[in-house]
C-alpha cells in the first residue's frame, strides 16, 4: 500500500464514532446484519410483550393521522436529506381520495418482530438494522434492485429507483439522530402530526392520547419501532394494518 494510502487509512481510523443519543444503548458495532443475533441487552431482545403500553425504540417518531393537513411540508424537508437529496422518502397518502382531504404522512415504521419484512426478503443481505432497531436504507455497494423489499413491505414504504436500480426508503434521518437530533419531517410539521420524542413525552405533551406499535395484515402482525397514534374509543391491539382494497388492474371493486 502507497504511504498516501496508509496515511488515509490511518486518518480513517481516528474519525471518533458519534455518540449515542439519549434514549438509545451503546453498542461495540455499529450494524447489524438480518442473520446476526441481537444483542441481549437490546431493546427487542429485552422489551417485554407489546400490547396496550408499547415498548418501542426510546425516541422514535410518533405519527398522528388526525393532526396531519396535507401540507407536504414533511416531504419538501426530507427532500433536503443529505443522504437522498432532492428525493423524498415519505409517501403523503389520502385513504379516501376524491371523498375526503384526509391525509396521511406515511414513513418507515422499522418493523422488529423479529426482523423487518424488506430485510428478511434481501437476497444480497443490503438492509442493515442498527442494534438500535433502525432499519437502514439499502447499501448501495450491495442492492441489486430486485425490489423483493417493495413487495414484502406491509406499509408500501421502500421505492425503487428505477434510473439507478437501487432502492431508496426512510432511515429515520440517520445522520441526524444519531447525534440527538429529531428526523427532518418532524421538525417542520406545523401541527404534531409526526411527533419525535419518547412515549413519555408524548404523553406529557398529549395527556390520554393512545397510541400503538402492533398492527395486524391478515393473520400476520408486525410490531414495528414507529408507533401510531389511534382513537382512544377505537382501541385494539393489534391494530388492522392496511388500507379496503379498491382496485386490482385497473377495475373498480369496491
Not at 45 to 60: E, I, L, N, S
Not at 62 to 82: K, L, M, N, T, Y
Not at 162 to 168: E, R
Not at 242 to 249: A, D, F, K, M
Request: one cysteine or more.
Amino acid at each position: 500500500m502507497c504511504a498516501a494510502r496508509v496515511e488515509a487509512a490511518e486518518r480513517i481510523d481516528e474519525v471518533p464514532a458519534p455518540p449515542t443519543p439519549p434514549g438509545r444503548p451503546a453498542y461495540p458495532e455499529a450494524q447489524v446484519s438480518r442473520t446476526d443475533p441481537l444483542p441481549p441487552t437490546s431493546p427487542q431482545a429485552a422489551a417485554p410483550p407489546r400490547g396496550a403500553d408499547p415498548h418501542m425504540m426510546g425516541r422514535t417518531i410518533f405519527i398522528d393521522p388526525g393532526r396531519c393537513i396535507g401540507c407536504q411540508a414533511c416531504v419538501s424537508a426530507c427532500r433536503e436529506c443529505d443522504s437522498h437529496r432532492g428525493k423524498s422518502m415519505i409517501h403523503l397518502d389520502y385513504p379516501d381520495e376524491g371523498h375526503s382531504v384526509a391525509s396521511l404522512p406515511t414513513v418507515c415504521m422499522h418493523c422488529e418482530d423479529p426482523v423487518a419484512p424488506c430485510a428478511e426478503v434481501c437476497p444480497a443481505d443490503a438492509i442493515l438494522v442498527t442494534p438500535d432497531g433502525v432499519v437502514q436504507q439499502a447499501d448501495t455497494t450491495r442492492c441489486i434492485g430486485c425490489a423483493n423489499c417493495v413487495n414484502a413491505c406491509p406499509f408500501g414504504v421502500p421505492k425503487i429507483d428505477l434510473q439507478a436500480k437501487l432502492q431508496m426508503k426512510c432511515n429515520l434521518c440517520y445522520d441526524r439522530t444519531a447525534y440527538g437530533l429529531a428526523p427532518m419531517c418532524a421538525t417542520v410539521c406545523p401541527t404534531g402530526a409526526l411527533f419525535y420524542g419518547t412515549v413519555e413525552e408524548l404523553r406529557a405533551e398529549r395527556p390520554g392520547v393512545q397510541v400503538a406499535d402492533s398492527f395486524t395484515f391478515g393473520t400476520t402482525t408486525v410490531s414495528t419501532g414507529v408507533a401510531m397514534v389511534v382513537p382512544a374509543d377505537k382501541v385494539q391491539w393489534p391494530v388492522p394494518g392496511g388500507l379496503p382494497v379498491v382496485e386490482i388492474n385497473g377495475k373498480d371493486v369496491r
